[in-house]
């Protein structure tokens, strides 16, 4: 079992911040976090470029590359594989695991379960060590039968994928069928409201991601700083000094 492998413990989730860019990763690993993740939404608005879109996957492995130096695990969304050929996908995970990413999340957008599966499995045929999250998006775009997402789930995992994610899940009655049909951690997403961390452990859940919401509270974040300065407000939050970021942040040579 590797180490993000380990971080994984059903009852005990492993919650993962999804970052975007370098900064954020820094701030939060130093933190303590152990592991982060990195949102597809995040880094290809950065890139002003549709969500997951395959002219993001250059900037995916860059930054990836670049957050592999920080003192945290790295899992990198790689949406879906950026290509439809299983083999290029697999050329792909083999990359990033030799530059020292741990692990990957790969969605089927609702599509044809047996191409993803042979993503899946040439994944793990070419990067053997890297954690390979199988997402299905059956109750993100329009599927919420949790049978679906069973089925789906279970031909991944015979794929040979080491997790499954079924973002939009959260019936608990449905969270603990997913739980107890597959051999292998379940990730779901924080829905605010909808779900609690310690609601989820509660249910078996070994992993939480935070998805696009660290990006999207950012922005949120900037609005109300720019709107406090032009109306004379007081500041949102108290942010990290200019010192301390620098701080973060690799020295120039």
Known sequence: MTAFAALHVPGSPLLLPNVWEFGSAAFLAAQG??????????VSAVEGEPDGAPSSKDATVRLARRLTGLDALISVDLADG???????VGALAAELAE?????????????????????????????????VNARTDTHWLGDPRIEAAIERS???????????????????????RLVKAVEVPVNLLFLPGKVTVAGLAGLGVARVSLGSLPYRMALA?????????????????????????????PESH
């Open 154 to 176: 279970l031909s991944y995992v015979d794929a040979g994928a080491d997790g499954v994610f079924v973002p939009g899940l959260a019936d608990p009655s449905d969270v603990e």
């Open 82 to 88: 950026f290509s439809d050929d299983p083999g290029e």
């Open 99 to 131: 530059a020292g990413v741990a692990g990957v999340n790969l969605e089927d957008v609702l599509g044809d379960p047996g191409r993803h599966a042979a993503k899946i499995a040439a994944a793990k045929e070419h990067a053997p060590g890297l954690f």
């Open 221 to 249: 974040a900037t609005l109300r700083t720019v709107e406090a300065v032009r109306d004379g407000g007081e500041l949102p939050l108290t942010p990290p000094s200019y010192a301390d970021v620098a701080a973060l942040l």
């Open 33 to 42: 976090f152990p592991a982060l993740g990195t949102t597809s939404l995040g």
